[in-house]
Structures are given as C-alpha cells and as structure tokens.
C-alpha cells in the first residue's frame, strides 16, 4: 500500500515530488543570481550623484555588467559539462558574494564598474542549474520543467529592479547589494545540500571544451537562428528598460519607491514561460515564435506613441516581457534537444549572445535617450523586432522547402533500392 503511494521515479531516478522541489530551488537560485545584472537600472540617477557624474556615464554600469555576464557565460558556463554541477554552482555563488559585497562599497565609478563587470562575470548560476534541470526532467515534460526554472529567472529579472529601487528608498543605494551577498551566500549553501551529483559528460579538458563550442555553432543552425533572434529580443528588453527609469523620473517625477511599483507590471510577463512550455510541448514552438517577434514590436510601438499616457506604459511593459519571455523558453526547449551531452556548451552560445545584445541594447538606448528622447528608444525597439521577425520569416521559408524535399528524397532513395534488386 505504501509503496503504491510513493510518486513515481522520473528517467533520471528522481521521483517527481522530489524533482519538484529541485525545481523550485533552482527557480530560486536562476532568479536570485541573475537579478545582480539588473539591479542598478533603476538607480543609475543616485548612483551618477554619489559618484558626481552625468546619467550617460552611469548608465555604462548597465553595459559593463551584461558583458561581465557574457564573458562569464563564455568562460564559466561550459564548464558545466566538466566539472560537477552542485560545486561549480555553490562555489561560484560564493564568489558572487564577494562582488556584491565590493559593490556595496565601491569608494569611486571606476572601482565600482570594475566589480561590475566582475559581478556579471559570475552571475551565471542560473545558465549553470537550467542545463541540469533540463537533464533531470523526463523528456516528455522538459519544456514544462525547464519553463517553470525559466520562471523564477524571469522573475528574477523582473523583480530585480523593484527590490533595488525600495532597498534604495529605505536604506540607499548600497545596501541592495548588501542584500544581494548575503542571499547569494544563502543559495549556495543551498544548493550545495539539495542538487543531487550529475557525471559530467565531457572528459577531454577545458581547451578541447571550449574548442568544441565553435563546433557547435558551425554544425547547429537552429542554436544560431534562435541565438540571433534572442539577441534581438533581448536588446529591445534591455533598451526600454533601462530608459523607462529616466522617462519615468522626468516626464511623471517619480520617487524610486513609485518606480519600483511600475516596474513589478514587468513580473505579470513570467506568466509566458510555462505556457511558452506546453506550446513547445505540444509542437506549436515554430508558429508561436512568429507572434512574439510582433508582439514586441507592437509593444515598443505602443510605448513610443503611449508615452504621456502611464497606464499605456505598464501595458506596453507587459506585452513586451511576455514576447521576450515566450521566445526565450521556445528556444530553450529547441536547442537543448540538439545534443543532450553539450547543454551547457550550447547554452553558452545562447544565453552568451543575449547578453551581448543586452548590452548593445542598454548602450544605444542610453545615446538614444540623450539625443532622440523616449521617442528614439522605442522606434530602436521596433527595428529590432521588426529584424528578428524577418529572421524567422527566412528561417521558416527554409525550414518549409527542406520539409517539402523529404518525401522526394525518401521515394527517389525507395527508387533506388529498388532498382538495385531488381
């Protein structure tokens, strides 16, 4: 009797309400890692008063961090295939500790964008743990578990500024990441006790490691069709955020306090991982991948010619985050069925060139804002989207003609065989 209530075992020996406790904490910990990145976005006005500098120069910490993380996607990340998950996650947690701890107490701008970048560089727990929770899930229900960790990093990414901009409101701008240290020191204790030991799959060293990840992208063109188009979707993200804190501030005078409430409308788009998951799950990845790419360029258009209107803003924030989201979890389920033994090399790829579009993004947006205003911001996001859906519009077309040709390839090689009998 009892044995019949025990939950079953998944294929990778743990038992379902075990794996979704795994997945919770992995949630927790994509989400509380990857919230340093963000951070500072809302408080780059009190961060250019403390260190006495224009809001072009503070904005560069935005920049500096997201390379800092796609550095250490570059470098860390693949190491998830070498080296034991739970040490290499916990470890690096620790040292992500250490930066936010600098941060907190950086004396000048200099030795603050230097912890920055260090601060991203090591940031990347999240790209460490998805890659395992993919490994653990049974792979009927992979999008649906790796969609609920994608949930909490979004959250994470959502939320990062509103924690940032109320630590800030009460007890100023260094004490986020004072905050931030002692969680990451928390998560790694954490981690280090609950995720289970995973074999690493690649035995021949790091140089062979990384040697092997050009292989990929040369040998895989969905991981770079859906690299590019992430990229693209992540530098329109990262542009109307960063610039909504400056538009906010001068067109509504808004406290931090009442920036940190506009940005929580951000977390209503976590709400698009696990449904992006099921239509992944259900076959749906390619049409579905289509419709985000115009839902953000609706959503850009509707914040630049919504712009006095705050309500407008909210839902243009909202839409956005929901095709950002969507097409980051419908990629994730894509390219991690490619090659199982290379998750985390193929997630450097991936998540590696977000990032630099991140930056690219919050970079022009800052020159946008300066010179074109709210207005310039937008129409940037539009392009891009308007680019990425054309990228999909291309890969499609080429997908439908290779998945025309299969049926003659198949008859002709029936044909063949045949008249080799006979």
């Known amino acids: 009797m009892s044995s019949q209530s025990q939950p079953a075992p998944t294929s ?30 809302p408080l780059l006005d009190l961060i250019a008063q403390t260190f006495r500098t224009t809001e072009s120069a503070a904005a560069v910490v935005v920049t500096v961090t997201q390379l800092g993380y796609a550095a250490g996607i570059i470098v860390l990340v693949p190491l998830g295939d070498l080296i034991e998950s739970r040490a290499l996650a916990s470890r690096v947690l620790v040292v992500t500790a250490i930066a936010a701890g600098l941060a907190a107490v950086a004396p000048n701008l200099t030795t603050f964008l230097i912890v920055s970048v260090l601060l991203g560089f090591t940031s990347v727990v999240a790209q460490v743990v998805i890659p395992v929770a993919a490994h653990l899930a049974p792979a009927s229900e992979r999008g649906r578990f790796v969609g ?12 990062a500024r509103s924690v940032s901009s109320l630590l800030a409101d009460l007890w100023g701008w260094r004490a986020v990441y004072v905050v931030s240290a002692a969680l990451m020191l928390v998560m790694a204790v954490v981690l280090a006790a609950t995720l289970p030991r995973r074999r690493p799959d690649h035995t021949d060293g790091y140089r062979s490691l990384m040697v092997s990840i ?34 906010l501030i001068r067109q509504y005078h ?10 929580l409308v951000g ?25 985000v790419f115009v839902l953000a360029a609706v959503a850009m258009a509707v914040a630049g010619f919504g712009s006095h209107n705050l309500v407008v803003l909210a839902v243009a924030g909202i839409l956005l985050d929901l095709a950002v989201q969507g097409h980051l979890v419908l990629s994730q389920q894509e390219i991690y069925q490619l090659r199982p033994d290379a998750r985390s090399r193929i997630n450097t790829v991936f998540i590696g060139s977000i990032f630099f579009g991140g930056a690219i993004g919050s970079a022009a947006s800052g020159l946008l804002y300066d010179h074109e205003g709210w207005i310039g911001v937008t129409a940037f996001g539009v392009i891009l989207s308007i680019i990425g859906f054309g990228l999909w519009c291309g890969s ?20 063949g065989k045949a008249g080799k009998r006979s």
């Open 267 to 291: 977390a209503a788009g976590a709400a698009a991982a696990p449904i992006a998951g099921r239509l992944g799950d259900r076959g749906l990845g390619r049409p579905s991948t289509g419709v």
């Open 396 to 415: 499609e077309a080429l997908l439908r003609r290779r998945e025309s040709a299969l049926p003659e390839l198949r008859s002709l090689r029936r044909f």
């Open 214 to 247: 050009g292989h990929l992208v040369r040998t895989e063109p969905a991981l770079r069709r859906r690299a590019a188009g992430q990229a693209l979707m992540f530098a329109t993200f990262s542009a109307f955020w960063t610039s909504i804190a400056y538009e």
């Open 148 to 159: 609920r960790v994608m949930s909490g990093l979004l959250l994470g990414i959502m939320l």
């Open 254 to 263: 808004m406290s931090q306090t009442e920036i940190a409430i506009f940005a």
């Open 12 to 41: 990778s020996g743990i038992s379902v309400r075990r794996l979704r406790m795994l997945t919770f904490i992995l949630a927790t910990a994509s989400g509380l890692s990857v919230a340093n990145i963000f951070y500072s976005q």
